[in-house]
């Protein structure tokens, strides 16, 4: 019951050398590779020490697992038809979801540019210290309920923009 953006801190995309995410959407190039590309880019090891940690170095992109099904279904993909007689065909297996699975999979697995939540630890104590990662310039690329926006807006160090999810290809 969510429509899922990626918000993005214009500070940290600026300082990596992102520019014109707004075109490139509109250009129709705003991909999942791409946002994994700009990810790697704009993550900072800010103490040195060769770990990407929780509140000491910047991430290129925090997310958490239910990205899964807002990343599967921006690909275009519909996970049941409804025939003309009201039933529906499951397409859970079909070729292009698993593709799609795979996809996800692999970008979320990619590398220790990105916070993943859940793996870090985050849960209902302290959901508030993630989203309070984005707030003090430490996630460059926030994937998140829209709802989130009006949340780090407050007190959010840096001004930020809002994209849609990217497509999958």
């Known amino acids: 019951k969510a429509t899922w953006v990626v918000l993005f801190n214009k500070t940290l995309t600026s300082q990596a050398g992102i520019t014109d995410l707004y075109e490139?959407?509109?250009?129709?190039?705003?991909?999942?590779?791409?946002?994994?590309?700009?990810?790697?880019?704009?993550?900072?090891?800010?103490?040195?020490?060769?770990?990407?940690?929780?509140?000491?170095?910047?991430?290129?992109?925090?997310?958490q697992h239910e990205v899964v099904v807002p990343l599967i279904l921006g690909g275009e993909e519909k996970l049941f038809d409804i025939m003309e007689d009201g039933s529906f065909i499951n397409n859970m297996s079909s070729s292009h979801i698993i593709e799609g699975m795979e996809k996800v999979h692999a970008f979320m697995n990619s590398g220790n540019h990105i916070l993943n939540a859940q793996l870090a630890g985050a849960n209902s104590d302290n959901w508030e210290g993630f989203r309070g990662l984005f707030k003090s310039d430490l996630i460059s690329f926030y994937m998140a309920p829209?709802?989130?926006?009006?949340?780090?807006?407050?007190?959010?160090q840096s001004d930020f923009g809002i994209l849609p999810f990217p497509k999958l290809s």
């Open 146 to 156: 829209l709802t989130q926006a009006s949340v780090v807006s407050g007190d959010m």
């Open 24 to 63: 490139t959407v509109k250009d129709n190039k705003w991909t999942l590779e791409l946002l994994n590309q700009y990810g790697q880019q704009a993550a900072q090891d800010l103490n040195g020490d060769g770990k990407m940690a929780w509140g000491d170095d910047i991430f290129g992109i925090g997310l």
